[in-house]
C-alpha cells in the first residue's frame, strides 16, 4: 500500500469484497442445501452481494476521472486490504453447523466492509432518493443477520444443523 491510493481503489476493493462475500454465501447455499429454508436463506444473502456489486460498480460509472484520482483515506484503504486477506476457503472449512456459519455470516456483516460501503454511497451518490435506496437496502441486507428466520434464532436448533462439509473444495477461492 503506497501513499497514492485512490478512490478509485477503494472502490475496486470494496467490489472484490462483496464478490469474495457473494461467493462465501453461495458455498453457504451449498453447504446446506440439505436443509432448503437454510440454502434459500443464504442463497438471498448471495443475490444481497450480487447487488451491492452492481451498485458499486454503478456509482464507480458516475464518477469522474478526477473524482477517482483523489487521494482515498489510508485508514478506509488498510481496512479494505485487512478483509481482503480473509481466505474463503479457509474460513468454510471452519464451518461445522449453522451456528458456525451464522456467527462468520454476523462477523463479516458487522465488518469495516459495510460501513465503507456506506461511506462511499454516502459520500459519492448525488441523489439523495437513491442514497435513501441504497442505504435503505443495505440496512435491510444486515437485519437478515440480526433478525434472522425463526429456524435461526435458536442458537441449539443451528447447532444441531450440520453442514455437508467439502462441497466446493475444488473451487478457486477469490
Same mark, same amino acid.
Not at 478526477?66 to 471452519?94: E, S, T
Not at 454476523?106 to 437513491?130: G, P, Q, W
Given at each position: ?49 450480487? *447487488?451491492?456489486?452492481?451498485?458499486? $460498480?454503478?456509482?464507480? %460509472?458516475? @464518477?469522474? =476521472?478526477?473524482?477517482? #484520482?483523489?487521494?482515498?483515506? /489510508? ?50 451518490? *448525488?441523489?439523495?432518493?437513491?442514497? $435513501?435506496?441504497?442505504? %435503505?437496502? @443495505?440496512? =435491510?441486507?444486515?437485519? #437478515?443477520?440480526?433478525?434472522? /428466520? ?25
Amino acid at each position: 500500500m503506497t501513499n497514492t491510493e485512490t478512490v478509485a481503489t477503494l472502490f475496486e476493493q470494496m467490489i472484490t469484497i462483496e464478490k469474495k462475500m457473494q461467493e462465501f454465501y453461495q458455498r453457504l447455499a451449498e453447504m446446506f442445501s440439505h436443509k432448503p429454508e437454510v440454502s434459500d436463506y443464504w442463497k438471498q444473502m448471495m443475490i444481497d452481494e450480487i *447487488t451491492h456489486v452492481q451498485e458499486l $460498480e454503478d456509482l464507480r %460509472n458516475t @464518477l469522474t =476521472t478526477y473524482q477517482l #484520482k483523489n487521494p482515498a483515506d /489510508p485508514y478506509m484503504v488498510r481496512k479494505l486490504n485487512d478483509l481482503l486477506r480473509y481466505p474463503i476457503n479457509d474460513i468454510l472449512k471452519k464451518i461445522n453447523n449453522l451456528d458456525d456459519a451464522y456467527q462468520t455470516a454476523h462477523m463479516f456483516e458487522d465488518s469495516e466492509a459495510n460501513k465503507i460501503y456506506k461511506f462511499l454511497n454516502t459520500e459519492f451518490v *448525488t441523489s439523495d432518493k437513491r442514497n $435513501e435506496l441504497i442505504i %435503505n437496502h @443495505l440496512i =435491510t441486507h444486515i437485519d #437478515k443477520i440480526n433478525y434472522p /428466520p425463526v429456524f435461526m434464532k435458536n442458537e441449539e436448533n443451528r447447532k444441531s444443523i450440520k453442514a455437508i462439509l467439502n462441497l466446493s473444495d475444488n473451487k478457486k477461492s477469490t
